[in-house]
């Protein structure tokens, strides 16, 4: 286990040092335990700030905070004089709660980011194998990495499943502290368009900034595609060190419209347009010092940095990439054209960070699986000729799905058939997009139910459905795609049980077919309703191999 961190205390003048909240006349000498947002976990000696969420204010819940033991409270207005009597504690000021709380935990942890070398990725895909690829990188140069991401928060030999993307500031700060302590010399971060926008990040600066790309996602809560880009682009405008450097992966231009919609081309435009930013090449290049942020772009056929040539199989990947001085051939187990992109964007943040050619291709050579990111489901090491190939994937949103189909439909010999839903309380707009998708790249699609959540699984099938049905895909009766499969046709079948719906895709698919497994990756459970149940798509496709293997 890693070496936890120390009982800290902090006085009240050390934790609201620099913050900008008022503390009026309280007693900067007050020791304070610890910081809470949370009202069910204030207790003796602790900070509570009252954070106004999307479902609750924590303003109102400032009093629990005090009876459980809370001995100051911040605020974003000023309390009349008889509330703050009644509450009796020190009551300090800040304009805003969320970035009160970030900047009080920063200096309750000391400050652990600035002792990382801090690298930020962003985008709607790619940010978990980015940072899988760069973390084996760091590894093979020497470097000791942690990691906080989608799949998983790690360092120092120790993993944990995550529960946000990003955390929040308290878990982070706390995290990053650890990390410290433990050794770790740099942070691989993937950074949420929800975490910017809730300033879970407020105050810290980032040295490397990666941008993956941009696609249909979270437009529930950001409105639009402009509304999204505009927050995925704060990571460069604000959360940049003055030095720091910018990497931004690019699409082929040749690429159809649902793909990223050149959202790469465009941050690259606009951030040399603001002034601050300088191309690869000009000043003192990499490690040079300039009064510019210097910006890198990458891709599969373009940038600076990019792939030459590449040979693509269910196997792997080998490939020749360019610009990174010498030119540099490397092999890859991952799986996808779509993984160039990725490794493009995790050598070209390897190269910044002053990785040798060698080591960054022992990194991408070490790297043999990325949790649910077209993760091959295999009994043994050796494959079964008169079986499919399964793989899981956990592309949730147009773009990924697209990409994911295209890539291996291209390497399929036989038929493919993939096996997918939508998340409730989510995005609806995105589920005939990615029927259309669906009906479009694959053989046989069979429609299932992924967190449904408190939507009902139905529902958010048939939204799914109408995407089919624009491309005249006709609906299979139910528990007939062996039929469909033994036909030769083109079709879908809608079967809520997803446990239903895997085991008839792969007990039917023929030896050369792949069975493409979306939606959930490396998560191990479905959300229905207010209940939460173990699911795992690896497991259940992994099973019904083996049933079929008989």
């Known amino acids: 286990m890693a070496q936890e961190s120390a009982e800290i205390t902090k006085t009240l003048q050390e934790l609201t040092s620099g913050t900008g909240i008022e503390v009026g006349e309280a007693d900067l000498h007050l020791q304070i335990s610890g910081i809470e947002a949370d009202s069910r976990k204030a207790g003796a000696g602790k900070l509570f700030v009252a954070v106004k969420g999307e479902t609750f204010d924590g303003h109102d819940f400032l009093k629990k905070s005090v009876e459980l033991g809370c001995v100051a409270v911040v605020v974003e207005q000023k309390l009349s004089a008889a509330t703050c009597r009644e509450l009796g504690v020190v009551v300090l000021v800040a304009p805003d709660g969320r970035q009160a709380l970030a900047a009080l935990v920063a200096n309750f942890y000391d400050h652990p980011d600035r002792q990382l070398k801090m690298i930020g990725i962003t985008g709607t895909n790619g940010k978990t194998t980015t940072s899988y690829l760069l973390e084996s990188m760091i590894l093979a140069g020497g470097g000791e990495p942690g990691v906080i991401g989608t799949v998983s928060y790690r360092f120092a030999g120790c993993e944990e499943g995550a529960s946000y993307t990003t955390p929040e500031p308290l878990a982070l700060y706390r995290m990053m502290r650890e990390m410290v302590e433990n050794g770790v010399d740099h942070l691989i971060m993937e950074v949420s368009s929800h975490a910017l926008v809730q300033k879970r990040l407020h105050g810290i600066k980032f040295d490397v900034a990666a941008f993956t790309n941009l696609s249909h996602e979270h437009l529930d809560f950001h409105g639009d595609m402009d509304g999204y880009f505009a927050v995925k682009s704060t990571l460069f405008t604000d959360y940049l060190q003055e030095d720091?450097?910018?990497?931004?992966?690019?699409?082929?231009?040749?690429?159809?419209?649902?793909?990223?919609?050149?959202?790469?081309?465009?941050?690259?435009?606009?951030?040399?347009?603001?002034?601050?930013?300088?191309?690869?090449?000009?000043?003192?290049?990499?490690?040079?010092?300039?009064?510019?942020?210097?910006?890198?772009?990458?891709?599969?056929?373009?940038?600076?940095?990019?792939?030459?040539?590449?040979?693509?199989?269910?196997?792997?990947?080998?490939?020749?990439?360019?610009?990174?001085?010498?030119?540099?051939?490397?092999?890859?187990?991952?799986?996808?054209?779509?993984?160039?992109?990725?490794?493009?964007?995790?050598?070209?943040?390897?190269?910044?960070?002053?990785?040798?050619?060698?080591?960054?291709?022992?990194?991408?050579?070490?790297?043999?699986?990325?949790?649910?990111?077209?993760?091959?489901?295999?009994?043994?090491?050796?494959?079964?000729?008169?079986?499919?190939?399964?793989?899981?994937?956990?592309?949730?949103?147009?773009?990924?799905?697209?990409?994911?189909?295209?890539?291996?439909?291209?390497?399929?010999?036989?038929?493919?058939?993939?096996?997918?839903?939508?998340?409730?309380?989510?995005?609806?707009?995105?589920?005939?997009?990615?029927?259309?998708?669906?009906?479009?790249?694959?053989?046989?699609?069979?429609?299932?139910?992924?967190?449904?959540?408190?939507?009902?699984?139905?529902?958010?099938?048939?939204?799914?459905?109408?995407?089919?049905?624009?491309?005249?895909?006709?609906?299979?009766?139910?528990?007939?795609?062996?039929?469909?499969?033994?036909?030769?046709?083109?079709?879908?079948?809608?079967?809520?049980?997803?446990?239903?719906?895997?085991?008839?895709?792969?007990?039917?698919?023929?030896?050369?077919?792949?069975?493409?497994?979306?939606?959930?990756?490396?998560?191990?459970?479905?959300?229905?309703?207010?209940?939460?149940?173990?699911?795992?798509?690896?497991?259940?496709?992994?099973?019904?191999?083996?049933?079929a293997k008989g």
């Open 244 to 547: 720091g450097i910018a990497v931004v992966m690019l699409t082929d231009e040749e690429e159809p419209v649902e793909q990223e919609m050149a959202w790469g081309d465009r941050l690259v435009a606009d951030l040399f347009n603001s002034g601050r930013f300088r191309k690869y090449g000009e000043g003192n290049g990499v490690e040079g010092s300039c009064s510019r942020n210097l910006l890198l772009t990458c891709g599969r056929q373009r940038g600076d940095i990019h792939v030459a040539e590449a040979e693509i199989t269910l196997e792997g990947i080998r490939a020749e990439i360019v610009g990174l001085g010498d030119d540099v051939f490397f092999e890859s187990p991952l799986v996808g054209d779509f993984n160039l992109l990725n490794m493009a964007t995790a050598m070209t943040i390897g190269h910044v960070l002053g990785l040798t050619e060698k080591q960054i291709g022992r990194g991408l050579v070490e790297t043999t699986r990325v949790p649910g990111r077209l993760e091959r489901v295999r009994l043994d090491d050796s494959d079964s000729a008169d079986q499919c190939r399964v793989f899981v994937d956990f592309a949730h949103t147009p773009d990924a799905l697209s990409g994911v189909l295209q890539s291996v439909r291209s390497l399929c010999r036989g038929r493919l058939l993939v096996v997918f839903g939508c998340g409730g309380d989510r995005d609806q707009a995105k589920r005939p997009i990615m029927g259309e998708i669906a009906g479009r790249l694959a053989d046989v699609v069979i429609i299932t139910t992924d967190n449904s959540r408190s939507e009902a699984p139905r529902s958010i099938m048939a939204d799914i459905e109408g995407g089919l049905m624009v491309e005249g895909c006709s609906l299979l009766p139910k528990g007939r795609v062996q039929d469909l499969l033994a036909s030769g046709g083109k079709g879908y079948e809608v079967i809520e049980s997803r446990r239903e719906a895997i085991r008839l895709a792969i007990s039917f698919a023929a030896a050369e077919d792949v069975v493409l497994i979306c939606g959930k990756g490396h998560e191990t459970y479905q959300l229905v309703g207010n209940k939460k149940y173990f699911f795992d798509d690896r497991l259940e496709a992994a099973k019904q191999l083996v049933a």
